[in-house]
């Protein structure tokens, strides 16, 4: 029988009552003549066509619709099946239909799903406790994203230093490199001005520095300077962990200079590196999360320390939907499916294993490929000189592999946390003929 949810080998709560064996005998061959002649009038073709008479054409989706999906699988209207090393861009850390998550999910639809700011609910109280016990955080703060998550760090650094009597306090220091969202203060952090084109103005007074430099932070930390917002691990920046020693660096120049540290764990937080939280070695002020943290119901969060609890007082800040109880249960679920005995080494090892693979597959096709880098289940095989990563990834859908782009040259890998050595490896195979294919038709 295939395994398809390992980690339930330590935990029976998690486990999935078998059926991945009939999804796989549905399943039809890759790219195979059969499934791509049908595909005539198909549901694909339908829906393809409503795709591009009525939605925004802001993304660029790869051509095919996304049907259903069990563990680290996912299945089009067609019933090609892929290996998703996307998983909604290291959201889905439980996998795609877990049992568990999405039974609490219908039972909470069916009891209470927002109640609004103006109330407590008992979720997102039982949430709150329990992200802080977790973390060892003090006080937390909900929204939708990551974006927002960012914005309320934002506006956080600001009106904490503008309580205390400093509101000259307002800038900020923030990495090249960096993706905070794109919301128009987490795009001012953000400072990609691929990004920022078009938009007017950016927010004032946010210094971009390059990542890891320690000197440079340094030049632009002063009197004014209310916060350093920094990823542990860059993602989208091209799967980049902080070298050693710059995350405590950052924390002795913040407090050299009466400063915050904020921590975006957007990405990189609920595990997907194989601790809770990526940077907690470094005491950080406050640190946004989403993504993984509702895996995949849309929720964010900002957790801050007590000393902060007042900086935000009652009309700064808010958001309609932030810590409904349906998001709340679903935060919930997944903490304690990390705190699974045995869950966040499984991800190191995991992780470990998935690197080992795309470095051989790296030396392998060394024309093409520098190594890989990465932390947990967050890796990118890095790119020569030249070579664009999102050239790649629709042959590596050809190959049945779903990957996405970290920067322009880093294939990145965001399994599911709950993916198996079997498909680890299938991964690494999959990723070694996307390579050569990709070579003998360049
Ligand atoms: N911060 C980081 C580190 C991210 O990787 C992302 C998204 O990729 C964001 C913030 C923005 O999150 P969202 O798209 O949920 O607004």
């Known amino acids: 029988m295939v395994v398809l949810f390992p980690y339930a080998e330590a935990c029976d709560c998690f486990s999935l009552p078998g059926g991945v064996d009939r999804l796989r005998m549905e399943a039809k061959p890759h790219d195979s003549e059969d499934s791509r002649a049908t595909s005539h009038n198909s549901r694909e073709t339908e829906l393809l066509a409503l795709a591009d008479r009525h939605l925004l054409g802001n993304y660029r989706p790869a051509r095919m619709v996304l049907d259903r999906g069990e563990g680290s699988q996912l299945f089009d209207t067609e019933g090609r099946r892929y290996l998703d090393f996307c998983a909604g861009v290291a959201v889905c850390c439980m996998g795609h239909g877990h049992p568990i998550l999405s039974r609490v999910l219908a039972e909470q639809a069916g009891q209470l799903m927002q109640v609004s700011n103006y109330f407590f609910s008992e979720q997102n109280v039982l949430l709150a406790a329990e992200l802080c016990e977790a973390t060892g955080f003090d006080r937390a703060f909900f929204c939708n994203s990551g974006a927002?998550?960012?914005?309320?760090?934002?506006?956080?650094?600001?009106?904490?230093?503008?309580?205390?009597?400093?509101?000259?306090?307002?800038?900020?220091?923030?990495?090249?490199?960096?993706?905070?969202?794109?919301?128009?203060?987490?795009?001012?952090?953000?400072?990609?001005?691929?990004?920022?084109?078009?938009?007017?103005?950016?927010?004032?007074?946010?210094?971009?520095?390059?990542?890891?430099?320690?000197?440079?932070?340094?030049?632009?930390?002063?009197?004014?300077?209310?916060?350093?917002?920094?990823?542990?691990?860059q993602g989208e920046g091209g799967v980049l962990p902080a070298p050693e020693g710059f995350l405590s660096g950052l924390r002795e120049l913040a407090d050299q200079h009466g400063a915050l540290?904020?921590?975006?764990?957007?990405?990189?937080?609920?595990?997907?590196?194989?601790?809770?939280?990526?940077?907690?070695?470094?005491?950080?002020?406050?640190?946004?999360?989403?993504?993984?943290?509702?895996?995949?119901?849309?929720?964010?969060?900002?957790l801050l320390r007590e000393s902060l609890s007042e900086s935000l007082p009652p009309g700064t800040h808010g958001s309609t939907f932030g810590g409904n109880p349906l998001g709340s249960r679903a935060a919930r679920t997944v903490l304690s499916f990390l705190q699974e005995a045995g869950m966040l080494k499984q991800v190191r090892t995991r992780g470990e294993r998935l690197g080992r693979g795309l470095e051989q597959v790296a030396q392998k096709h060394s024309d093409m490929c520098l190594g890989e880098r990465g932390l947990g289940l967050l890796r990118g095989l890095m790119l020569r000189e030249g070579l664009a990563a999102r050239d790649l990834l629709p042959v590596a859908r050809e190959h049945g592999l779903l990957v996405t782009a970290a920067g322009p040259s880093v294939v990145r890998f965001t399994p599911p946390l709950v993916v198996s050595d079997a498909e680890i490896d299938e991964a690494v195979q999959k990723i070694d003929e996307t390579l050569t294919d990709a070579s003998t038709r360049a």
């Open 261 to 302: 540290l904020m921590f975006d764990e957007v990405q990189v937080g609920m595990g997907r590196t194989g601790q809770l939280l990526a940077g907690s070695a470094v005491r950080a002020d406050a640190v946004a999360l989403a993504k993984g943290l509702g895996g995949g119901f849309p929720i964010g969060a900002m």
């Open 148 to 233: 927002e998550a960012n914005e309320a760090l934002l506006k956080l650094s600001r009106q904490h230093h503008h309580q205390q009597g400093h509101s000259e306090r307002t800038e900020l220091v923030a990495f090249e490199g960096a993706f905070h969202g794109r919301t128009m203060g987490a795009l001012a952090l953000t400072g990609n001005p691929r990004y920022q084109e078009g938009f007017g103005e950016p927010l004032a007074g946010i210094h971009h520095v390059p990542y890891g430099d320690l000197e440079a932070v340094a030049a632009k930390m002063g009197p004014r300077t209310a916060a350093i917002f920094v990823e542990p691990v």
